[in-house]
């Protein structure tokens, strides 16, 4: 199964450089959609087939280990749990884009930067060492720059070009980690890094680097305070790639890179911990009060990735600092568990909400909440899945947030952070009243009277809602049956820290 691993990063590649080609068959744009479903739902089909198969290293061209140029592609749990997340939100994004993306000109130029970015994803998932990882990286952000931009309006320019300017600042810091972590190991292999990390750890170089990396990635993932271009790029940009932005991109190329440093590559430190517990925190709290106030419906939703995201930051840190410390490795496993499944579930209630949110834009020509009321009579099938996803963020049994949000603060409470438990059961009310005034504005009252005439979307943005909505009720209730196949081989690798390299170094592809 080892060998399907460069297919991830190829097959996306060559339906983005292929799409723009198809502009000059008779209908470029039904054949772009067949094209892009099937892409997507063989990576889909691909990343399910690696859950059944073990970690294992391919080396590009066939390099030996011992050859610094060699390029290793690395898939172990934690690498497979973010392939499955990228290609099941890729999936429903390509599927509801059928519908939506028909009111943009160029569907083969937007499928084309779609693919680009999926590439650029799987390919920092996927990255054995620091330089292809910061390629990938750029690869991904430079097609999200075009997509927030997409609409090629006002506010979609200007939110692509803060967001450019944020990421070129946090690409830089996160090239000054790498070059210091190449000065003082002279490899940028990860695992050779790991293997050489415990005898670095007095060096305070290190602390500067896991700072640039801290930093870096921290914008990548919008913690408080570096989140201030994500409520304005995932806003403008079309509904499908809010998904994605939102669903799985802070994910890949923020919070899982940052997984990967830590734990894997330079070794959890009680410094770093404390610092991810503080980012955790902070994003939680601020994030879920900017949402409180909002009446765009999509800027709540990206004020609440912020909140979200803060939950897996802060359950990832303290795990961390328990580990540093010699604390019960039981502690330390059941709060990376809980990060490990809230990013899980975020992806799917926040990918589901944000597709929703695109397709009542599509019914009514605005996603304001004080223009809208009425919609569980006008549209029962969205209402009915932005329900689910409003309940799942809340919190509220059974769906898929309750039981990760649960997890995390029995985990926060036993590993003595009483005070961040209360604080995760705080933001978790307040979350579940942002969105109640969702559903009081949005779907519940009077229909104004130039909405009368709104009608369900078509079948395929309903079809990617449902499948997701689906996830969202099956997350939670079916957890003992796919926790030993994707939750807990990740959160196995977290745990093992810098074993990383002892395996990683080894596997001939």
Same mark, same amino acid.
């Given at each position: 199964?080892?060998?399907?691993?460069?297919?991830?990063?190829?097959?996306?590649? $060559?339906?983005?450089?292929?799409?723009?080609?198809?502009?000059?068959?008779?209908?470029?744009?039904?054949?772009?959609?067949?094209?892009?479903?099937?892409?997507?739902?063989?990576?889909?089909?691909?990343?399910?087939?690696?859950?059944?198969?073990?970690?294992?290293?391919?080396?590009?061209?066939?390099?030996?280990?011992?050859?610094?140029?060699?390029?290793?592609?690395?898939?172990?749990?934690?690498? !497979?749990?973010?392939?499955?997340?990228?290609?099941?939100?890729?999936?429903?994004?390509?599927?509801?884009?059928?519908?939506?993306?028909?009111?943009?000109?160029?569907?083969?130029?937007?499928?084309?930067?779609?693919?680009?970015?999926?590439?650029?994803?799987?390919?920092?998932?996927?990255?054995?060492?620091?330089?292809?990882?910061?390629?990938?990286?750029?690869?991904?952000?430079?097609?999200?720059?075009?997509?927030?931009?997409?609409?090629?309006?006002?506010?979609?320019?200007?939110?692509?070009?803060?967001?450019?300017?944020?990421?070129?600042?946090?690409?830089?810091?996160?090239?000054f980690g790498i070059g210091?972590?190449? /000065?003082?190991?002279?490899?940028?292999?990860?695992?050779?890094?790991?293997?050489?990390?415990?005898?670095?750890?007095?060096?305070?170089?290190?602390?500067?680097?896991?700072?640039?990396?801290?930093?870096?990635?921290?914008? !990548?993932?919008?913690?408080?305070?570096?989140?201030?271009?994500?409520?304005?790029?995932?806003?403008?940009?079309?509904?499908?790639?809010?998904?994605?932005?939102?669903?799985?991109?802070? !994910?890949?190329?923020?919070?899982?890179?940052?997984?990967?440093?830590?734990?894997?590559?330079?070794?959890?430190?009680?410094?770093?911990?404390?610092?991810?517990?503080?980012?955790?925190?902070?994003?939680?709290?601020?994030?879920?009060?900017? $949402?409180?106030?909002?009446?765009?419906?999509?800027?709540?939703?990206?004020?609440?990735?912020?909140?979200?995201?803060?939950?897996?930051?802060?359950?990832?840190?303290?795990?961390?600092?328990?580990?540093?410390?010699?604390?019960?490795?039981?502690?330390?496993?059941?709060?990376?568990?809980?990060?490990?499944?809230?990013?899980?579930?975020?992806?799917?209630?926040?990918?589901?909400?944000?597709?929703?949110?695109g397709s009542i834009e599509?019914?009514?020509?605005?996603?304001?909440?004080?223009?809208?009321?009425?919609?569980?009579?006008?549209?029962?099938?969205?209402?009915?899945?932005c329900r689910i996803g409003?309940?799942?963020?809340?919190?509220?049994?059974?769906?898929?947030?309750?039981?990760?949000?649960?997890?995390?603060?029995?985990?926060?409470?036993?590993?003595?952070?009483?005070?961040?438990?209360?604080?995760?059961?705080?933001? /978790?009310?307040?979350?579940?009243?942002?969105?109640? !005034?969702?559903?009081?504005?949005?779907?519940?009252?009077?229909?104004?009277?130039?909405?009368?005439?709104?009608?369900?979307?078509?079948?395929?943005?309903?079809?990617?809602?449902?499948?997701?909505?689906?996830?969202?009720?099956?997350?939670?209730?079916?957890?003992?049956?796919?926790?030993?196949?994707?939750?807990?081989?990740?959160?196995?690798?977290?745990?093992?820290?810098?074993?990383?390299?002892?395996?990683?170094?080894?596997?001939?592809?």
């Open positions: 199964m080892v060998n399907l691993l460069p297919l991830f990063v190829v097959i996306p590649l $060559a339906v983005a450089f292929g799409l723009p080609l198809l502009e000059k068959l008779h209908s470029p744009e039904r054949t772009s959609e067949v094209v892009a479903v099937a892409a997507t739902g063989a990576l889909c089909a691909g990343a399910l087939l690696l859950l059944n198969s073990g970690a294992g290293t391919y080396w590009v061209g066939g390099w030996a280990p011992t050859v610094a140029i060699g390029i290793s592609l690395v898939a172990d749990g934690l690498a !497979k749990l973010l392939l499955c997340l990228v290609s099941l939100v890729s999936l429903a994004a390509a599927v509801f884009a059928v519908s939506y993306m028909e009111r943009y000109t160029s569907r083969p130029l937007f499928y084309a930067l779609f693919f680009l970015m999926v590439a650029g994803m799987n390919g920092v998932v996927l990255a054995g060492d620091l330089f292809n990882l910061y390629v990938f990286m750029e690869v991904a952000a430079i097609a999200s720059y075009a997509l927030v931009a997409f609409g090629c309006g006002r506010d979609e320019l200007e939110a692509s070009l803060k967001y450019l300017v944020v990421s070129a600042l946090a690409s830089t810091l996160i090239l210091i972590v190449y /000065s003082l190991t002279g490899t940028l292999n990860m695992a050779q890094v790991g293997a050489r990390a415990p005898a670095l750890h007095a060096n305070p170089a290190v602390t500067l680097a896991a700072a640039f990396f801290l930093m870096g990635f921290g914008l !990548k993932t919008a913690m408080v305070p570096f989140h201030a271009w994500l409520p304005d790029a995932h806003p403008s940009a079309p509904a499908p790639i809010s998904a994605l932005l939102s669903g799985v991109y802070i !994910k890949a190329c923020g919070a899982y890179v940052l997984l990967r440093l830590v734990f894997s590559v330079l070794g959890a430190s009680p410094l770093v911990a404390h610092a991810l517990i503080v980012l955790g925190a902070a994003s939680m709290l601020v994030g879920v009060l900017l $949402a409180v106030g909002q009446w765009d419906l999509k800027r709540l939703l990206a004020y609440s990735s912020i909140s979200q995201m803060g939950y897996v930051v802060l359950a990832v840190g303290v795990g961390a600092e328990v580990l540093a410390r010699g604390g019960p490795k039981a502690v330390a496993s059941l709060a990376v568990f809980g990060g490990l499944f809230h990013l899980v579930n975020h992806a799917t209630f926040k990918s589901l909400l944000f597709l929703c949110s599509y019914a009514t020509g605005t996603r304001q909440l004080r223009e809208l009321g009425g919609l569980s009579r006008t549209l029962p099938l969205t209402s009915g899945c409003a309940l799942s963020i809340a919190g509220v049994p059974p769906f898929n947030g309750f039981w990760s949000k649960l997890i995390i603060v029995i985990a926060v409470v036993q590993a003595g952070h009483w005070a961040l438990g209360a604080l995760c059961v705080l933001v /978790s009310f307040l979350t579940l009243l942002t969105y109640v !005034k969702v559903q009081r504005y949005a779907l519940q009252g009077p229909a104004p009277a130039a909405l009368a005439r709104a009608r369900e979307a078509p079948w395929p943005m309903a079809l990617a809602l449902v499948v997701l909505a689906i996830a969202c009720v099956g997350g939670g209730l079916l957890l003992p049956l796919y926790q030993g196949a994707l939750v807990q081989p990740a959160r196995d690798v977290v745990l093992d820290g810098l074993r990383y390299a002892q395996w990683a170094l080894g596997g001939q592809g």
